[in-house]
Structure formats: structure tokens, C-alpha cells
């Protein structure tokens, strides 16, 4: 391996690279030691760049510990090896989020900005349907983060991480982080099959809205009868660009009605109370908190609390009271 012998100060003249702006850095800890990375790794000295394990050599435990030992928390990958990066770190998810030696925060970051990552790909494909290598990696990074996220760290912080500007694959990502924390809040007798698949439809309940055109999606006027019966239309195009591929049926009914309301004024079916499967309530609250306290194209971001009263006093009859009232309570420990 290049620099094996060295340590993180090393200067070898053979392996610096300039600094052209071509680097993104990444936190020590997300590296697993004992490894083949696929990607090189830089420590950055002034305005330069010193190479420090090769993309083909394996990541020792000693090269890690060195960083350690020398207090050095953060190192470079070149641009153009971002998508080794992250299918490493999708990989390797599991191990990185349930290290308790990693920082919260570091933990907490990784998982949004992959699980972000994920969905994102998804929306800006924009295809038909889906296909089962979509799917798959969206179960895995489902199943790799939901210890993670059942956890007190979780829990008090990624709020303070969450964005408040509105995008579909954001937004989705949102969803899902409080419907997993809220399905844990209600009740720990969930088994994992039902969370993973409550899960994945969290982040795909809003994936028709790629059939919608994005001058009606991002209007910052109020929608006429024709755009706003083309939004109405989201949860079916869902449902039909999962044809092609195996989805469980809890999945799919989050997806398809998320829409729906407590007392049956919803969409596309207009089913009510006990008819709407309870993972889909769960998320139609969560979907609607996280919009509401978003900066939309037509709306500002309403505060926690204001958003709340929305929900229970202008909303009335939309929610699941009783799943109402846990998603508020879990908010409030949320914050403390």
C-alpha cells in the first residue's frame, strides 16, 4: 500500500496532488478498518493534498488508528470516486450506524445523507416504474437503519438535522425517520418484517409524484381544479409503478393510502377509521407534520406547535386520534 510505512504527517513529495477544489471530505469514523474501500483517501496539509491509502490496498486497522492516534477526524476522496464512497458507506450502513463508538451526530448524518442519497436517485430518474435493484436498495437501507433509529440517540438528534426546505425526496426521508420512531413509540412489539415494510413504504409513499409535472409541483400559487386533481392522482401512479416489481402489501397500501382520512374525506378511495391499515395512518400524520412545518412553493414553514394545532383543531377528523396524540407526545421528547 502507498504510505504504509508512514504515518498521517507524512510528506512524501510522490504523493501530493494540488488542491484543485476536486475533494469532498468525510468523517474518519464512517471508515471501517480491515476493508477494501475502493476509493483513495487524502489528508489535506495547507493547500495540498497528501495520499494516504490507495483505492486497491486494504484499509488496516493500523492505518485507522493512526488518524486516531493523531487526532485527525477528517479526510479527502477526489470527486470523481463520490459514487465508490457511497456505495461503501450503503455497505457498510449497518456497521456504521450501530458502532456506538462513532459520534451521534456523525451517525446521524451519515444516515440522512444516504438515506437521502437513495431516494433521491429514485425521483430525479424520474422512469416509469420501478425495477427490483431500486427496490432492494431501498430495503436494505430500510432494514440497515432501523435498529439505529429505534434508539434514545436517534431520537434526541436528528431534529436538529432535519431541513426545512421542502423537496419530494427530502420530505420522504423525513416521513420515514418519524414513522419508524413513532411505530416504536406506540408499541415494541412490532416484528421487524412489519417495520421494514412500513418502512419502505415511507420512502417510496411518494414516489407517483415523479408522473406529476414538476410546473404543478412546484407552483407558488394555489392549484387550479386541473392541478390539484392531478396531485390527487400521486398515490395511484405509485401503485402502478410497482407493478413490475415484488412489493409486500403493507408497502403498497402505505403508497397507496397515504391519503386517506380518519373520516373518510381522503383520497383515491375515500376508506375510513379501521378500513386504513395502521401503517398507513401512522405515515398520513407524519406526511402531514413534515409539510407543514416545510418551506413550500406556496406556503412558509409553520412552527412545531403551530403545525400541531393545524392538525388537531383545522384537520380535525383527518387523523387517527389516538396515533395523533402519540405522534405529540413522541415530539415532545423528541425536544427535550
Not at 418519524?178 to 421487524?192: I, P, R, V
Request: some cysteine; glycine content about 6%.
Amino acid at each position: 500500500m502507498n504510505n504504509t510505512s508512514q504515518g498521517p504527517e507524512s510528506r512524501d513529495s510522490a504523493s501530493l496532488v494540488s488542491d484543485d477544489g476536486y475533494y469532498f471530505s468525510v468523517s474518519t469514523d464512517t471508515l471501517n478498518p480491515d476493508t477494501n474501500t475502493g476509493f483513495p483517501i487524502y489528508l489535506k496539509r495547507g493547500s495540498r493534498y497528501v495520499l494516504y491509502a490507495s483505492a486497491h490496498d486494504l484499509f488496516t486497522l493500523d492505518l485507522k488508528q493512526r488518524l486516531v492516534q493523531s487526532g485527525i477526524e477528517t479526510v479527502y476522496i477526489p470527486l470523481d470516486n463520490q459514487a465508490s464512497y457511497e456505495s461503501y458507506v450503503i455497505e457498510n450502513l449497518e456497521d456504521i450506524l450501530n458502532n456506538p463508538e462513532i459520534p451521534d451526530d456523525v451517525r446521524t448524518k451519515v444516515f440522512l445523507d444516504t438515506t437521502a442519497g437513495q431516494v433521491k436517485e429514485i425521483f430525479e430518474t424520474r422512469t416509469p416504474c420501478l425495477d427490483n435493484k431500486v427496490v432492494d436498495g431501498v430495503h436494505h437501507v430500510v432494514k440497515s437503519s432501523l435498529s439505529f433509529l429505534l434508539t434514545p440517540a436517534a431520537m434526541e438528534n436528528i431534529r436538529r438535522f432535519l431541513s426545512h426546505d421542502y423537496q419530494t425526496f427530502s420530505h420522504s426521508v423525513h416521513v420515514f425517520t418519524y414513522t419508524m420512531m413513532l411505530m416504536n413509540y406506540m408499541s415494541e412489539d412490532w416484528d421487524e418484517e412489519t417495520l421494514v415494510n412500513t418502512g419502505v413504504g415511507a420512502l417510496l409513499h411518494d414516489i407517483g409524484k415523479t408522473k406529476i409535472p414538476a410546473s404543478v409541483l412546484n407552483k407558488p400559487g394555489r392549484l387550479d381544479d386541473s392541478e390539484w386533481n392531478q396531485i390527487k392522482q400521486h398515490p395511484k401512479h405509485g401503485t402502478s409503478m410497482c407493478t413490475n416489481v415484488w412489493l409486500p402489501h403493507m408497502s403498497l397500501d402505505c403508497i397507496r393510502f397515504h391519503h386517506e382520512k380518519f373520516d373518510g374525506s381522503g383520497y383515491p378511495a375515500g376508506i375510513r377509521k379501521d378500513e386504513i391499515p395502521v401503517p398507513a395512518r401512522v405515515i398520513t400524520c407524519c406526511d402531514v407534520y413534515d409539510a407543514i412545518t416545510s418551506k413550500r412553493p406556496y406556503a412558509a414553514a409553520e412552527p412545531p406547535f403551530e403545525a400541531l394545532k393545524i392538525m388537531g383543531e383545522k384537520m380535525k377528523g383527518s387523523f387517527d386520534p389516538d396515533i395523533l396524540r402519540s405522534f405529540i407526545q413522541l415530539l415532545g421528547r423528541m425536544s427535550k
